[in-house]
């Protein structure tokens, strides 16, 4: 049998019809085996030509849309998806199957299991070239901090994805031993000229205007999204990061 990363079990077949309900699985999906991509959320942006049928959002999505694909598979993640979602689609007899990546080891882990056992897929080559250029770790950096939201202030904390990345990137978390995973803070505390303040444009979109102008000591930098909380591909990309 094969078995996604919370345990559940599906029987093993190749997979011809997949719907991703991840940006970034549908990024690897569509780099791999682009035709065999039927569905994918709005959110979906990458590859930027992607043709394919819309199910609405990672949140809500449109149950009866992704059935009515008739997919032999749909790939979900457990923070970005609803349980209740996975649990429904399996209810009408849709096979789910339920990444859980908290690091970059376990991101490439995850999806090697993903293409072997759930979709019977030969490796891709851009997964061993990821492997590959994350294993030399980076020299220390200096102190960083990553806004995900404003309006509460959210930051990312302790046992994320984009908190290893950045880690694995030579950089130290100032809220690395936070007791949530994204809590809320207030700007001031580190708004400090040892600090980079790194503001993605996603999930928050920060903007010139909209983010920098809040710190009068920290240094910031607008950075890609994709390439701090995408797990695929784009980890080539993200190796390169520095600031």
Not at 38 to 51: E, N, R
Not at 99 to 110: G, H, K, L, N, Q
Not at 192 to 199: H, K, P, S, T, W
């Amino acid at each position: 049998m094969a078995v996604d990363d919370l345990g559940f079990e599906l029987s093993p077949r190749e997979r011809r019809r997949v719907v991703s309900l991840v940006p970034s699985l549908t990024e690897a999906i569509a780099s791999t085996n682009r035709e065999a991509l039927v569905g994918a959320t709005d959110w979906c942006t990458h590859p930027a030509d992607l043709d394919v049928t819309r199910v609405r959002g990672t949140k809500n999505p449109d149950l009866a849309a992704i059935a009515a694909l008739e997919p032999d598979l749909v790939i979900v993640n457990q923070e970005e998806n609803r349980e209740l979602d996975v649990r429904r689609l399996r209810e009408r007899g849709v096979d789910v199957w339920v990444t859980r990546i908290e690091t970059v080891p376990e991101a490439i882990t995850s999806m090697r299991r993903l293409f072997a056992e759930a979709l019977q897929w030969p490796e891709p080559s851009w997964l061993a070239e990821a492997e590959s250029v994350w294993a030399t770790p980076a020299e220390p950096r200096g102190k960083v901090v990553v806004p995900i939201w404003r309006d509460p202030w959210m930051v990312v904390g302790r046992d994320t994805f984009i908190g290893d990345l950045v880690r694995r990137l030579g950089y130290e978390n100032v809220y690395a031993g936070a007791g949530e995973r994204y809590p809320k803070v207030d700007p001031t505390e580190f708004d400090r000229d040892d600090v980079l303040v790194l503001l993605p444009d996603e999930p928050y979109v920060f903007t010139t205007d909209d983010g920098p102008e809040v710190f009068a000591h920290a240094r910031t930098e607008l950075v890609s999204g994709r390439l701090l909380t995408w797990y695929g591909p784009s980890l080539l990309e993200a190796r390169a990061l520095s600031w």
